[in-house]
């Protein structure tokens, strides 16, 4: 997805709405931006708590493994 947004005269940007609704982003999500040496501005949205991936790797019959045989 490409879009583009314009810088005001207080250095301000409005995230473009395609963009926010494909990150599901909400009033308050916060942000981090990285600025890679190609001169790419990587963002991410903080919107994702801990507990919010509980059950993520859940599979109905999938046996469960102990912590100590996982791959580290």
């Avoid at 801990?50 to 912590?67: C, E, N, Q, W």
């Amino acid at each position: 997805m490409s879009t583009e947004a314009t810088l005001t005269s207080k250095d301000q940007t409005t995230i473009p709405k395609p963009i926010r609704d494909g990150l599901r982003m909400k009033a308050g999500d916060k942000m981090s931006f990285t600025l890679m040496q190609d001169g790419v501005v990587i963002m991410r949205v903080k919107n994702r708590q801990v507990s919010d991936l509980a059950g993520l790797l859940y599979k109905k019959g999938r046996k469960r493994v102990p912590i100590e045989l996982l791959s580290r």
